[in-house]
């Protein structure tokens, strides 16, 4: 069975398993300079939601309200999209796991900072590890530094894909998502949240080679819009 992945740019990644759309970290147009889609134009059955920045969540309202969507994300997202009509959020917090009807999530530690766009608390911000019912693995790091914890998920049995930031100033740059990749014990690794704005511009097919030739680890460069299946 194979999972199919959509990227829209940013962070914002559509990973659909069997007939299960699920979507990382909504950020579509007009807000993301780096998609044409707008929320209106894309249909979900789960949001995964890493933390409360808004170039993650500025769709998450709209896109739940509209598809009734699953919001799996912290318990203190979970609280204000209630407050804001979201009724199918479901809190977790870092360490827990919980099976869905896709297959299991874990929250993992991402270290970073978490606040929602009106100031709100947002909690701790995090990644995700999932094992799909396909029998995939796929870690989704969210926005963080590289963190030592990520060996853990690497000697626990590693994974087949790894979402890993790279866009350097606000999170981990390519240099640190070598190691992160090492540290997951990835087999396959596509790098997000890089080249929106100038401030995290970053070289993907370098990063790419690094990967591939420094740590023998498989390196997909998504742009806007490209596909691609495991
Ligand atoms: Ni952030
Ligand atoms: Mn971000």
Known sequence: MTVRLTYFGHATMLITVESTRILVDPFLAPHNPATQVTAEEVDVDYILQTHGHADHI?????????????????AEIAGWLGKHGVSNAHGMNIGGARSFPFGRVKMT??????????????????GFLLHLNSGHDIYISGDTALTY??????????????????????????????????????????PVHFNTWPVIAQDGRAFAETLRR?????CTVMAPGDVLEI
């Open 58 to 74: 500025a769709d998450t309202v709209a896109l739940a309200k509209r598809t009734g969507a699953v919001v799996i994300c912290s």
């Open 109 to 126: 530690i991402a270290h970073h900072s978490g606040a929602l766009p009106d100031g709100s608390n947002g909690g701790n911000p995090a």
């Open 149 to 190: 914890d990520m060996r853990l998920i690497g000697e626990a049995g590693g994974v087949d894909l790894a979402l890993l930031c790279i866009g350097d100033n606000y999170t981990m740059g390519p240099e640190d998502a070598v190691t992160a990749a090492q540290f997951v014990q990835a087999k396959h690794v596509v």
């Open 214 to 218: 420094s740590a023998e680890i498989e």
